[in-house]
């Protein structure tokens, strides 16, 4: 009814109706993809890892090479239209080894990330929204686990509960999931007290003051007001996580406290590659690239994405 | 410091109906903590021992500089902020004893306006979303649709279009915001409407329109307004009785047209001489205060205002007066002025 002709008050003259029906479909989000849009080398990474992410996945189909084929006549040969990467000490295909070990590398990065901002956001969150004793409580942990050496625990962690763990889920499965626990046990702090301080400034903001005088529960506060508007942030700190964590996972397997030897991961096959630097360096600098084009490409879409989150910055 | 035994009401004579809202010695103190232990080293007198009333389908107008306990006290009422001490009896009974579901169900009744249109709403959500928040909450609807009605319903009322709730917050301007934050407050059909500052943050044009719908809400909907704002010439113009607040404390309770024509408190005084009149032939005396607003920590002792009174005497710092009806309806705390 009065869709077609607008209310006399409101402010919207009829010469404003198509401009506003356009500006209708934008939400926040929406609002959020046109400014990352605007970010050439989040754009650009974010390309780079679609293609990295894609290569890895569909690797396997596209070069069907077995990644444990050993044939020492073809051994530590440079890139060749046979071998496109070359092959390692045992004459391995390096392609076929470097698409394996990238969804190990890529997977332990997100399912670690996933720990960590798990843990993060449900520390943060009861810390935020709780005062007093809980929140000092918990922000003593999260400064007790900030303060761990963290490389030193991880190989502690590891050596003690390798053995174990192998025992319940296998090889593969166990060693993916010590590593994932361990990297994402040690990396939540830092979405906590983020969490925290966007809960404790956002839990007094006008609006969630106004969803409390409606009578809005707290966990209604939580989900409804003041977690969406905490997210943007957190986000961000996700895609870095990403990529410390594949950087700690090839940490983890050249100190040969990663995967089983024969399993490679960007990580085991760099630290495989050390010995042979001189004579056969394309061994060392393919692995290598890729962890650094995966984690520098992750980077650029975190910077990206904090400028498109950001609505204070105008892009 | 004591409570006045008797508070301010508008029906001194006749006193028929309770009324809808009674705030009797209200308090809130700000504790301040410090050192090592974070002990409570002071605190903050944000509402030092307020009281009023207010009938059914009044607005009690409440002004103060900044800093005078104006919004702290419209929170406390809705206990959006708990207060220290006091007594707050709507529709006869005690919001500050009651549990969560008496707690919940008072907030049907009594509903808030914020200053800031910009704050007040969640950036994430539509305005249907927005708005059809308490009828979720309250379960006052029972399909999408009848929702969807409702809102529609809220927006036309409030002067936006239909097609707005699926719009979000920051594709309106200030006085748009501030229409959709009256349609959330007035989903759930309140009885008595808190406005804190609800023009302060927008155009002079903007504020009149704003300021003539909710005139036109109170007619159409019976409601009751607290209305808080520290401009003298907006709060004249919608207000039935307006308080004046110094330092989180009344000194003043009158008749609008009453208080504007013959404020008895010398602060009261000082305010009005503020406000602009449209006329510059027009001479007036200005009252200046001397110095600041004293530190809210240390409120000076006796009469708050003695520090900057133009009539103050020796023994104003000694004897905190309490309201008095000087004239029929017409209440000020002041020892030295009838």
């Given at each position: 009814?009065a869709g077609?002709?607008?209310?006399?008050?409101?402010?919207?003259?009829?010469a404003a109706?198509?401009?506003?029906?356009?500006?209708?479909?934008?939400s926040?989000?929406?609002?959020?993809?046109?400014?990352f849009?605007?970010h050439?080398?989040a754009?650009?990474?974010?390309?780079?890892l679609?293609?990295?992410?894609?290569?890895?996945?569909?690797?396997?189909f596209?070069w069907?090479?077995?990644?444990n084929?050993?044939?020492?006549?073809?051994?530590?040969?440079?890139?060749s239209?046979?071998?496109?990467?070359?092959?390692?000490?045992?004459?391995q295909?390096l392609?076929?080894?470097l698409?394996y070990?990238?969804r190990?590398?890529?997977?332990?990065?997100?399912?670690?990330?996933?720990?960590?901002?798990?843990f993060?956001?449900?520390?943060?969150?009861?810390?935020?929204?709780?005062?007093?004793?809980?929140?000092?409580?918990?922000m003593?942990?999260?400064?007790?686990f900030?303060?761990?050496?963290?490389?030193?625990l991880?190989?502690?962690?590891?050596y003690?509960?390798?053995?174990?763990?192998?025992?319940v889920?296998?090889?593969?499965?166990?060693?993916?999931?010590?590593?994932?626990?361990?990297?994402?046990g040690?990396?939540?702090?830092?979405a906590a007290r983020?969490?925290?301080?966007?809960?404790?400034s956002l839990?007094?903001?006008?609006?969630?003051?106004?969803?409390r005088?409606?009578?809005a529960?707290?966990?209604?506060?939580?989900?409804?007001?003041?977690?969406?508007n905490a997210?943007?942030?957190?986000?961000v700190?996700?895609?870095?996580?990403?990529?410390?964590?594949i950087?700690a996972?090839?940490?983890l397997?050249?100190?040969?406290?990663?995967?089983p030897?024969?399993v490679?991961t960007?990580?085991?096959?760099l630290?495989?590659?050390?010995?042979?630097?001189?004579?056969?360096p394309?061994?060392?600098l393919?692995?290598?690239?890729?962890?650094?084009?995966?984690?520098?490409?992750?980077n650029f879409?975190?910077?990206?994405l904090?400028?498109?989150?950001?609505?204070?910055?105008?892009? | 410091?004591?409570?006045?035994?008797s508070a301010?009401?508008a029906?001194?004579a006749?006193?028929?109906?309770?009324?809808?809202?009674?705030?009797?010695d209200?308090?809130?103190?700000?504790?301040i903590?410090?050192g090592?232990l974070?002990?409570?080293?002071?605190k903050v007198?944000?509402v030092d021992?307020?009281?009023?009333?207010?009938?059914?389908?009044?607005?009690?107008?409440?002004?103060?500089?900044?800093?005078?306990g104006?919004?702290?006290?419209?929170?406390c009422?809705?206990?959006?902020?708990?207060?220290?001490?006091?007594?707050?009896?709507?529709?006869?009974?005690?919001?500050?004893?009651?549990?969560?579901a008496q707690?919940?169900?008072m907030?049907r009744?009594?509903q808030?306006i914020?200053?800031?249109?910009?704050?007040?709403?969640?950036?994430?959500?539509t305005?249907?979303?927005?708005?059809g928040?308490?009828?979720?909450?309250?379960?006052?609807?029972?399909s999408?649709?009848?929702?969807?009605?409702?809102?529609v319903q809220?927006?036309?009322?409030?002067?936006?279009?239909?097609?707005?709730?699926?719009?979000?917050?920051?594709?309106f301007?200030?006085?748009?915001?501030?229409?959709?934050g009256?349609?959330?407050?007035?989903?759930?059909?309140?009885k008595?409407?808190?406005?804190?500052?609800?023009?302060?943050?927008?155009?002079?044009?903007?504020?009149a329109q704003?300021?003539?719908?909710l005139?036109?809400l109170?007619?159409?909907?019976?409601?009751?307004?607290?209305?808080?704002?520290?401009d003298?010439?907006?709060?004249?113009?919608?207000?039935?009785?307006?308080a004046?607040?110094?330092?989180?404390?009344?000194?003043?309770i009158?008749?609008?047209?009453?208080?504007y024509d013959k404020?008895?408190?010398?602060?009261?005084?000082?305010l009005?001489?503020?406000?602009?009149?449209?006329?510059?032939?027009?001479?007036?005396?200005?009252?200046m205060?001397?110095?600041?607003?004293?530190?809210?920590?240390r409120?000076?002792?006796?009469?708050?205002?003695?520090?900057?009174?133009?009539?103050?005497?020796?023994?104003?710092?000694?004897?905190?007066?309490?309201?008095?009806?000087?004239r029929?309806g017409?209440w000020?705390?002041?020892?030295?002025?009838?």
């Amino acid at each position: 009814m009065a869709g077609s002709t607008p209310a006399s008050l409101s402010a919207s003259a009829p010469a404003a109706a198509p401009a506003a029906r356009k500006a209708q479909r934008f939400s926040p989000w929406h609002e959020a993809w046109r400014r990352f849009r605007r970010h050439k080398m989040a754009l650009f990474s974010a390309v780079a890892l679609f293609l990295i992410v894609f290569g890895v996945l569909a690797g396997p189909f596209l070069w069907p090479v077995a990644i444990n084929e050993i044939d020492f006549a073809a051994k530590l040969q440079g890139p060749s239209w046979a071998h496109p990467l070359g092959t390692d000490d045992l004459g391995q295909d390096l392609l076929a080894r470097l698409i394996y070990g990238g969804r190990i590398s890529i997977a332990v990065g997100v399912a670690a990330m996933v720990v960590a901002i798990f843990f993060g956001l449900l520390v943060g969150a009861i810390a935020g929204m709780s005062s007093g004793r809980v929140d000092a409580a918990l922000m003593w942990v999260t400064d007790l686990f900030l303060s761990l050496p963290q490389l030193p625990l991880l190989l502690l962690v590891i050596y003690l509960f390798r053995e174990p763990v192998k025992g319940v889920l296998g090889v593969e499965g166990g060693a993916f999931v010590l590593i994932v626990a361990v990297i994402g046990g040690t990396r939540w702090m830092s979405a906590a007290r983020l969490v925290r301080a966007q809960f404790l400034s956002l839990r007094e903001k006008e609006f969630v003051e106004a969803a409390r005088a409606l009578g809005a529960s707290k966990l209604r506060q939580v989900v409804q007001h003041i977690l969406p508007n905490a997210l943007g942030p957190v986000i961000v700190v996700a895609t870095i996580d990403i990529a410390a964590a594949i950087i700690a996972e090839s940490t983890l397997s050249f100190l040969g406290l990663g995967f089983p030897s024969d399993v490679p991961t960007w990580g085991s096959v760099l630290r495989d590659a050390k010995d042979y630097l001189d004579i056969a360096p394309h061994w060392a600098l393919f692995p290598g690239s890729l962890i650094f084009i995966t984690v520098l490409a992750i980077n650029f879409i975190g910077d990206g994405l904090r400028d498109a989150l950001d609505p204070r910055r105008v892009l | 410091m004591s409570a006045p035994v008797s508070a301010p009401t508008a029906a001194s004579a006749a006193d028929t109906a309770k009324p809808l809202l009674s705030v009797r010695d209200l308090r809130k103190h700000f504790a301040i903590r410090g050192g090592i232990l974070s002990r409570v080293v002071d605190k903050v007198h944000a509402v030092d021992g307020v009281s009023f009333d207010i009938e059914a389908g009044e607005t009690l107008g409440v002004v103060g500089e900044s800093g005078c306990g104006k919004s702290t006290t419209g929170r406390c009422i809705l206990r959006l902020i708990e207060p220290s001490s006091g007594e707050v009896w709507f529709q006869g009974a005690d919001v500050m004893k009651m549990n969560h579901a008496q707690l919940q169900a008072m907030r049907r009744d009594m509903q808030i306006i914020f200053q800031d249109p910009y704050a007040s709403l969640n950036p994430r959500l539509t305005i249907g979303a927005i708005i059809g928040e308490a009828l979720t909450i309250h379960k006052l609807v029972n399909s999408r649709q009848a929702l969807e009605d409702r809102v529609v319903q809220l927006l036309e009322t409030v002067g936006l279009r239909p097609d707005h709730m699926r719009r979000f917050p920051h594709e309106f301007s200030g006085g748009q915001r501030q229409r959709i934050g009256i349609a959330r407050a007035l989903a759930v059909e309140p009885k008595l409407l808190i406005c804190d500052e609800p023009v302060s943050a927008l155009d002079v044009s903007i504020q009149a329109q704003v300021i003539n719908l909710l005139e036109d809400l109170q007619e159409q909907f019976g409601l009751t307004y607290l209305f808080i704002a520290h401009d003298l010439s907006v709060v004249e113009h919608i207000s039935t009785r307006i308080a004046v607040m110094y330092l989180g404390r009344v000194v003043e309770i009158a008749p609008a047209a009453e208080l504007y024509d013959k404020p008895i408190h010398p602060y009261s005084e000082a305010l009005l001489s503020a406000v602009p009149i449209p006329d510059p032939t027009v001479k007036r005396k200005r009252i200046m205060l001397e110095g600041d607003v004293p530190n809210p920590i240390r409120p000076p002792s006796g009469c708050h205002f003695h520090t900057r009174c133009p009539i103050a005497r020796p023994d104003c710092s000694q004897r905190s007066p309490v309201l008095e009806e000087k004239r029929p309806g017409h209440w000020a705390a002041c020892h030295y002025r009838d």
